[in-house]
């Protein structure tokens, strides 16, 4: 090898016949590069000016005009709703100066087009013919020519948005295409300026060096090559796999839109036939061209519960299916239901002709969704593919997900449907309570009492006569609680007649109340005031009731020799109620559900029905206060309510005491 190396270089410097191409070749490519370097610089100066004079006079224009395009139908529905909405005819006008602008642009883009790239004409001629086939819907809907009844409005625009939607989409998608255009003139220059750079460099140090090193200048020459092949390539590769991308990112955009309206859409109502018709108008046309609805019944049927195809004449076909009750249900069904997943069906199975009542169509296919609610089956959507596009597994999940929402919103209509009729079956328990039940109850006090006044009772008989009166009036007392708390479970305020009334007169009434009851159970009992309190404006039996609710039930936890306190203060705008006792408290996990309705802590079993706290709390906020507890386990108690002042003039002196029980004493 070395030897040869040496011949080949004593023959490149040989002068004679047989070594012209040493000399030859090296001249001409020198000539040829100089000649390169002040050609090519030209050559490529030229092409990339023509092609930004291109970019500058042709696409930019062209670019512009679709753009006005868009943004012009994306004004044309602000202008429809306006028109509709305040009958103001400058927005109509407005409109229509939108059109003339698009058909001016439309014009300009005509000319432009052909120019720039005749593979943008099929995208002009799809933009004319969707926005021509949205102004004619526009036009036939009578949109413009008259303000239309909302309800009218809204289903005229729901028919004719599917053809706007697609003229915004065919307008993006020319502007898009005239874009790409852009962008690659403006590559091709960049590439060119960086190959006009790249070669200047080359021919230069070729030209310099090309007599000694033309057997390497091949090889590097195709080095470069290979290496300027893989590099295009390369971008190849990547601006197709940047074109999946972003059209993979532009359709899953469109599908969470879509999947949002019809959120929106299927939340709107809570009757469950309105949701399923819902879900039927969303599938046609958006995502197939028929679709069918049935729902399971409870012996294991299924009923036709929607049915909707785009071609209104196949409509008026399929509407006398509505309702029908289907009861065998073929095997492979009930198996798609059982699966709770999404199937694909060919045209020509017979499950296509169960489902749609029609017969083998090969050229489409079927999508088969259950609606699943609560991990069963409630019913299935079938929707037909068009003629033209048949279904994929790719478009199952978006099925699949407009199934799960509306489930979800039929399971939330028949839960209504549930709540609606739980709720008029408590007000029949509470009309058979407050009416059926306090006749005969008043009947039992009534003879009770008559029965204490006559003078043939003896004394043994007496006991058991008061204990029936006692009872009575105790489930009176727990009928007028049921009530009271049914009222406040239904959002209302418990009836109340304020006036004006002295506190030392509420508490008075209280200690009396309870002063024996204390005593029995060896608990003092304190009630402390000042000694001019103002007036609170109130329900004198209401704030008794809210009273008697909170000093009985700390007496039921007062322990013997234990105490409560009765304390009531003036501030600035209402007197502050304290009931405090020495009892075991309250654990800081239950302070949040004493005021609930039937809620009772374990050790207060049989001591109640659980209604006075949350009947107190409703009659402390029907006068406009409040009401809180504060407990520590071991030390005690401490509820606190407010009432308003009547009038606003207090005066706050130091509390005294003003009662206390025999128990103290």
């Not at 409109?95 to 052909?114: D, K, S, T």
């Not at 200048?217 to 092949?229: D, I, N, P, V």
């Not at 959120?263 to 009757?271: F, N, P, T």
Request: glycine letters at 6%.
């Amino acid at each position: 090898m070395a030897e040869q190396s040496k011949r080949e270089r004593r023959s490149f410097w040989r002068v004679g016949p047989e070594s012209t191409w040493t000399t030859v070749v090296p001249v001409v490519f020198i000539i040829v590069s100089l000649v390169s370097l002040v050609v090519l610089p030209l050559v490529v100066a030229n092409h990339t000016a023509r092609m930004r004079t291109e970019i500058t006079r042709v696409a930019e224009p062209a670019r512009r005009a679709a753009n006005q395009i868009q943004m012009d139908l994306s004004s044309e529905l602000d202008k429809i709703i306006a028109f509709q909405t305040t009958g103001q005819q400058h927005y109509r006008a407005s409109y229509y100066v939108l059109l003339e602008r698009q058909e001016r642009n439309r014009r300009a883009l005509a000319a432009l087009l052909p120019n720039l790239d005749a593979e943008l004409r099929s995208d002009l001629t799809a933009l004319f013919v969707q926005t021509a086939r949205w102004h004619g819907g526009v036009k036939n809907a009578e949109l413009l020519d008259r303000q239309l009844p909302g309800e009218v409005f809204n289903a005229r625009l729901f028919e004719q948005h599917p053809a706007y939607e697609k003229s915004l989409f065919a307008a993006s998608d020319l502007e898009l295409a005239i874009q790409d255009g852009i962008e690659e003139r403006l590559q091709k220059i960049r590439d060119a300026e960086r190959l006009n750079l790249s070669l200047t460099i080359i021919l230069t140090l070729l030209a310099l060096t090309s007599a000694l090193l033309v057997a390497g200048l091949g090889r590097q020459m195709r080095l470069l090559a290979r290496e300027a092949m893989r590099r295009r390539q390369d971008a190849e590769r990547e601006a197709r796999e940047a074109r999946v991308a972003r059209e993979a990112a532009e359709r899953e955009e469109r599908r969470a839109a879509f999947l949002a309206a019809a959120g929106q859409e299927l939340a709107a109502s809570l009757d469950t036939d309105q949701t399923i018709a819902s879900l039927v108008k969303l599938i046609v046309p958006n995502l197939a061209e028929m679709c069918v609805i049935d729902m399971t019944e409870p012996d294991g049927t299924l009923r036709r519960a929607a049915v909707k195809h785009r071609n209104p004449e196949d409509q008026v076909v399929l509407d006398g299916q509505s309702g029908a009750v289907r009861r065998e249900v073929p095997e492979a069904l009930v198996r798609i239901m059982q699966s709770l997943d999404a199937h694909l069906i060919g045209g020509s199975s017979q499950l296509y002709a169960f489902l749609t009542g029609r017969t083998s169509e090969p050229a489409r296919n079927m999508a088969v969704v259950p609606l699943i609610s609560r991990g069963q089956a409630i019913g299935i959507v079938a929707a037909v593919s068009t003629e033209n596009k048949q279904l994929v597994p790719d478009d199952l999940p978006l099925f699949l997900e407009l199934a799960r929402r509306a489930s979800l919103a039929i399971d939330n209509a028949r839960l209504y449907l549930e709540s609606q009729q739980a709720v008029r079956a408590r007000e029949e328990v509470l009309a058979i309570v407050s009416h059926d039940l306090r006749n005969p109850l008043n009947a039992v006090t009534l003879a009770s009492s008559l029965l204490k006044t006559s003078e043939s009772l003896v004394d043994d008989d007496r006991e058991p006569v008061e204990t029936i009166e006692v009872s009575a009036r105790r489930m009176s007392r727990l009928i007028a609680d049921l009530l009271d708390v049914t009222r406040l479970e239904g959002g209302k305020r418990l009836p109340i007649e304020p006036a004006p009334i002295a506190v030392s007169d509420l508490l008075g009434e209280a200690y009396e109340l309870f002063r024996a009851q204390a005593a029995a159970g060896a608990i003092t009992l304190q009630f402390q005031a000042a000694e001019t309190m103002p007036q609170v404006f109130a329900d004198r039996h209401r704030v008794m009731q809210v009273l008697s609710n909170l000093i009985g039930n700390s007496m039921k936890f007062t322990p013997e020799d234990g105490l409560i306190t009765v304390r009531a203060e003036a501030r600035r705008d209402d007197v502050l109620f304290t009931i405090a006792d020495s009892g075991p408290g309250i654990p800081e996990e239950n302070l949040n559900d004493i005021f609930s309705p039937y809620w009772q802590a374990k050790r207060a079993e049989r001591l109640g029905a659980g209604l006075g706290l949350p009947i107190a709390k409703g009659i402390v906020e029907s006068h406009g206060g409040t009401i809180w507890v504060e407990s520590t386990q071991g030390e005690g108690t401490r509820f606190y309510f407010t009432l308003p002042i009547d009038g606003g003039e207090r005066e706050t002196p130091e509390p005294t005491l003003s009662a206390e029980s025999p128990a103290r004493r």
